[in-house]
């Protein structure tokens, strides 16, 4: 039986370092793409190399040879100028599209962000926010994942792609401040929602938070629970640390916790960091 085959762009940054230990199993390879050499790591599989670009429409299409399935982190992964959020997150999720559709590689997941929806508030919500709320972007960046994902949507109207948009919240190895109490994906939480976005049967186009199963979440997992994730974590385990350096979070008043966004609704537009 042929081994799985698992692309991953982006695979040299921060989540692609996190996950390939994690997605390591027998008969499968991972083949990280990025302009960066992957740095060797302990607990890793079977791994290939392709060094390239997310815009380099010919390097993807020769990367996507035997792939089953992509996951797709490659891209600007911070606030920037118009020209490069587009540029390299737009363009270059074209291309990864464009690549599979001309290869037949027919499941991607594409890695989206919270920031796609930064501008939904606690205050707004009856309930928890559904994975699939329609974009109200924070920043440039933001607006370059709603491309990322209309993208997807369009591979998948046009060319029949299984396309799954991730909508990551605070992927770290632990939650980072008050807003990680509520935002926080562990990174065995992240291996498990790629796992079940790889494996559901024909899922068709989705989008789901990329969050834990956290006390003080109010994002909803019923998307991604239809997909078969169901996260096992809890950033509460990390609360009484994050409360007595920061103080106990108000979610409801405080304007950097209340919005999905967070500050980077207050962050002037292409600033770089």
Same mark, same amino acid.
Request: contains cysteine; aromatic residues 6%; glycine residues 10%.
């Given at each position: 039986? #042929?081994?799985?085959?698992? @692309?991953?762009?982006? $695979?040299?940054?921060? &989540?692609?370092?996190?996950? +390939?230990?994690?997605?390591? !199993?027998?008969?499968?390879?991972?083949?990280?793409?990025?302009?960066?050499?992957?740095?060797?790591?302990?607990?890793?599989?079977?791994?290939?190399?392709?060094?390239?670009?997310?815009?380099?429409?010919?390097?993807?299409?020769?990367?996507?040879?035997?792939?089953?399935?992509?996951?797709?982190?490659?891209?600007?992964?911070?606030?920037?100028?118009?020209?490069?959020?587009?540029?390299?997150?737009?363009?270059?999720?074209?291309?990864?599209?464009?690549?599979?559709?001309?290869?037949?590689?027919?499941?991607?997941?594409?890695?989206?962000?919270?920031?796609?929806?930064?501008?939904?508030?606690?205050?707004?919500?009856?309930?928890?926010?559904?994975?699939?709320?329609? #974009?109200?972007?924070?920043? @440039?960046?933001?607006? $370059?994942?709603?491309? &990322?994902?209309?993208?997807? +949507?369009?591979?998948?109207? !046009?060319?029949?792609?299984?396309?799954?948009?991730?909508?990551?919240?605070?992927?770290?190895?632990?939650?980072?401040?008050?807003?990680?109490?509520?935002?926080?994906?562990?990174?065995?939480?992240?291996?498990?929602?790629?796992?079940?976005?790889?494996?559901?049967?024909?899922?068709?186009?989705?989008?789901?938070?990329?969050?834990?199963?956290?006390?003080?979440?109010?994002?909803?997992?019923?998307?991604?629970?239809?997909?078969?994730?169901?996260?096992?974590?809890?950033?509460?385990?990390?609360?009484?640390?994050?409360?007595?350096?920061?103080?106990?979070?108000?979610?409801?008043?405080?304007?950097?916790?209340?919005?999905?966004?967070?500050?980077?609704?207050?962050?002037?537009?292409?600033?770089?960091?």
């Amino acid at each position: 039986m #042929a081994d799985e085959r698992i @692309l991953i762009t982006g $695979s040299s940054g921060r &989540v692609g370092t996190l996950l +390939r230990p994690l997605l390591a !199993r027998p008969g499968r390879v991972l083949r990280l793409f990025d302009l960066q050499p992957p740095r060797v790591l302990p607990g890793t599989g079977a791994e290939e190399v392709v060094l390239g670009s997310v815009e380099d429409l010919d390097a993807l299409v020769a990367a996507m040879r035997d792939v089953h399935a992509v996951l797709h982190l490659g891209g600007q992964s911070h606030e920037a100028s118009a020209e490069e959020v587009l540029r390299v997150n737009a363009y270059g999720t074209y291309c990864l599209l464009e690549a599979a559709r001309r290869t037949g590689v027919t499941r991607v997941l594409l890695g989206s962000s919270n920031h796609v929806a930064g501008f939904h508030s606690l205050s707004e919500q009856p309930g928890e926010v559904p994975g699939d709320i329609e #974009a109200r972007p924070d920043t @440039l960046y933001g607006w $370059s994942k709603v491309a &990322v994902e209309s993208a997807g +949507r369009l591979f998948h109207d !046009r060319f029949g792609l299984d396309v799954i948009c991730l909508r990551i919240g605070q992927c770290f190895a632990a939650p980072r401040g008050p807003r990680g109490l509520a935002m926080w994906l562990s990174p065995d939480d992240c291996a498990r929602l790629v796992e079940a976005a790889i494996s559901v049967p024909e899922p068709g186009f989705r989008q789901v938070w990329g969050i834990s199963r956290n006390t003080r979440r109010w994002l909803s997992l019923d998307e991604g629970e239809a997909i078969g994730y169901y996260p096992e974590d809890d950033a509460e385990e990390y609360a009484e640390k994050i409360v007595a350096e920061s103080g106990e979070p108000d979610m409801v008043a405080d304007p950097a916790l209340n919005r999905i966004g967070g500050a980077w609704c207050d962050r002037p537009l292409g600033a770089a960091g």
